[in-house]
């Protein structure tokens, strides 16, 4: 029982390349407007709607580990290991990984709004309203947010113990509903990887000895015969 065979475990860590694509194209999207008179108080006006108050959500109901935002598990089809692993998401430092995420966020945001007027030629939102740009900023750090957490909690599994793992609780289906979120279109049934078995190096095979004891029996009793 070890969640190294859970694909989606695996398919999680895409948020590696993933995250510092969306940052990029979080910079187009403020290239696009001009700042206002009180660009500041923009800034953490779109910061607190983006990450703050998406975090203080992740805070209490965490992201549920089998969904891919647009795409999930269903909860009906989970097997046993999936669950006792939606279990071990409740770590105190899963939840500081978050909230320390939610506030990388805001320097983040001081900084491709200080700095859009580069990527200003670049930029297909050219000549977009300020506050829809601001409104397109803060759902991308919605998303940035939620990938870090599965991100966070996708690494964190993967390095969990069958000790551990056999240890927890599977979740029932209705702890899954009250205490994760859980987004997506339930169609996610990946099969479960076949990882190579490990083999003692001690190990000898019974098997393979008996003939070579039977040969060597049946040299002595042709030997016997001779001698007679």
């Known amino acids: 029982m070890t969640p190294r065979s859970e694909p ?73 290991l999936q669950r006792r692993l939606s279990r ?33 030629p670049f930029t297909p939102f050219t000549a977009c309203p300020r506050l829809v740009a601001l409104l397109l900023a803060a759902l991308l750090l919605v998303v940035m947010l939620w990938q870090w957490q599965q991100l966070i909690q996708s690494l964190w599994l993967l390095s969990r113990s069958p000790e551990d793992v056999a240890g927890a609780q599977p979740f029932t289906q209705e702890e899954l509903e009250q205490q994760r979120l859980s987004l997506g279109l339930p169609l996610l049934l990946p099969e479960p990887l076949r990882l190579p078995a490990s083999v003692a190096p001690s190990a000898v095979d019974p098997v393979a000895v008996e003939p070579e004891q039977s040969t060597e029996e049946a040299e002595g009793t042709d030997l016997d015969q001779q001698i007679h």
């Open 8 to 80: 989606l475990l695996w398919l999680q860590l895409i948020c590696v390349g993933v995250l510092p694509l969306e940052a990029l194209l979080l910079l187009l999207v403020l290239a696009g407007s001009d700042p206002g008179r009180l660009p500041g108080l923009e800034r953490v006006f779109c910061w607190a709607i983006g990450a703050l108050a998406p975090a203080l959500l992740l805070a209490r109901r965490p992201a549920d580990i089998w969904s891919l935002l647009l795409l999930q598990t269903p909860l009906r089809g989970r097997r046993e």
């Open 88 to 120: 071990l998401q409740a770590a105190p430092g899963l939840a500081l990984a978050t909230a320390g995420g939610a506030a990388l966020l805001l320097p983040l945001l001081w900084w491709s709004d200080r700095h859009a007027a580069v990527a200003s």
